[in-house]
């Protein structure tokens, strides 16, 4: 499998997003691998926790815990980075990862859209949805959050390790 694509996002006042790149794995699994076969893969790289859903349809973040999603079934738009951010449309098959702060909304997606998610070592997670007012708050969670030990689609170092450990670790400044 080819390196994953990789996309940052600024911080916007409200959604902190990160330093450390999103990474986007088109097609990491066959489209009909069904929900199981995420839940193992994620498991085997020490990304635990799993759970089966949707993706939430207001921009949220995660300032305690990174977050892996893979898209089990169906297929969804979203956008990655909060408001001002960028829309992806993910199919069956493609997994995301996402450091702790990133925006991702659900815009709009197929009936049949499952999705698989896991945070690396079984992270505790909070639901966080841009309020200015705790920005301070959750930059300061996200800098506590470590790079994990395993790349949750490729394992070992595999991209995410090597990626990760080569970027800041912090936030990115505010944008005005």
């Known amino acids: 499998m080819p390196n994953p694509e990789t996309h940052s996002f600024d911080d916007d006042g ?14 990491a699994l066959e489209s009909d691998a069904g ?3 995420y839940e193992e893969l994620f498991a085997g790289n020490g990304w ?13 973040f995660h ?6 999603l893979g898209i089990a ?20 098959g ?17 009936d049949d859209l499952l999705v698989v998610g896991a945070y690396p070592n079984g992270m505790d997670w909070d639901l966080r949805r841009g309020d200015p007012a705790e920005h301070e708050e959750v930059l300061a969670n996200i800098a506590g959050v470590p790079v ?9 170092t595999g991209p995410l390790v090597e990626l990760w450990n080569g970027a800041s670790r912090g936030p990115r400044e505010r944008n005005v």
């Open 63 to 68: 300032s305690i815990a990174h977050e892996v």
């Open 148 to 156: 994990p030990d395993q790349d949750p689609v490729l394992g070992g």
């Open 73 to 92: 079934a169906g297929q969804a738009e979203v956008i990655l980075g909060g408001p001002g951010g960028r829309r992806f449309r993910l199919r069956s």
């Open 48 to 60: 635990r926790g799993a759970w089966r859903n949707g993706i939430f349809p207001f921009h949220h």
């Open 94 to 110: 493609d997994v995301v990862v996402l450091p702790a702060g990133t925006g991702h909304r659900n815009v709009g997606s197929s």
């Open 14 to 27: 409200g959604i902190p997003n990160s330093r450390l790149p999103v990474l986007v794995y088109p097609g």
């Open 35 to 37: 929900p199981a076969a």
